[in-house]
């Protein structure tokens, strides 16, 4: 599996571009905003998208969802069905994240181990909630890539002064979801530079005081 970090809206989100190397088939994963720069890269690598993934429903990752999925008449997937309250309060995202208003409704929401695919690539789905309710990680388990959305990220974690948010329980979705998937897994975060496990467990000040190593 190959991938590309589109960074995107003014709070330089990563969407990325995952696809298949055998078969170019293709998702795009949170694409937030700035759909037009997202069309183009995929015009680029002549890719076939199939799919939009979510992991969670904040503006600045679902921004741009609907505008896609009506452009490559696709499928929107994710994240868990608890993320629900953020879907229907748009208009306090707006308030709170400041950035347009937008129609999202996605087709299917993802469970706790489920597994999709992308051509010959596959993603498995972890539950992480603690940024948000609903949301999920994306795992290729063969090239050793986690797709951590805001769970986790380089030198940080996800906030959690936002509605519906809580710091335990994201703590917990590290240590009990992300952990145990091992050391040396690369780290695509939501926002930032790629990591690995091992560095935010030995590195990342918050997780290094709550005894991770």
């Known amino acids: 599996m190959k991938y590309l970090s589109i960074p995107v809206t003014n709070f330089k989100q990563n969407c990325y571009l995952i696809w298949c190397k055998k078969t170019l088939k293709a998702a795009i994963i949170d694409p937030g905003g700035e759909y037009q720069k997202i ?38 997937l994710g994240p868990h069905k608890k993320d629900i309250f953020w879907v229907e309060n748009i208009e306090l995202q707006n308030k709170i994240f400041q950035l347009p208003k937008c129609i999202f409704k996605n087709n299917i929401w993802l ?4 597994i999709i695919s992308i051509g010959k690539s596959i993603l498995k789905i972890y539950h992480c909630p603690g940024h948000t309710p609903g949301h999920i990680i994306f795992f290729n388990k063969l090239n050793n890539l986690l797709i951590s ?21 994201l703590i917990n979705s590290i240590k009990n979801n992300i952990i145990p998937l ?14 690995t496990v091992y560095k935010e467990i030995t590195k990342n000040y918050i997780l290094y005081n709550k005894n991770y190593n």
């Open 39 to 76: 069309i183009k890269i995929i015009s680029i690598y002549k890719l076939d998208v199939i799919k939009i993934l979510i992991t969670h429903c904040h503006l600045d990752h679902i921004g741009a969802a609907s505008i896609l999925a009506d452009f490559y008449q696709i499928p929107i």
């Open 111 to 114: 469970k706790n181990n489920e």
């Open 149 to 169: 959305g805001d769970i986790i990220f380089n030198d940080g974690i996800g906030r959690t002064d936002l509605p519906k948010s809580n710091l335990n329980i």
């Open 182 to 195: 091992g050391m040396n897994n690369i780290i695509l975060p939501g926002h930032g530079n790629q990591t």
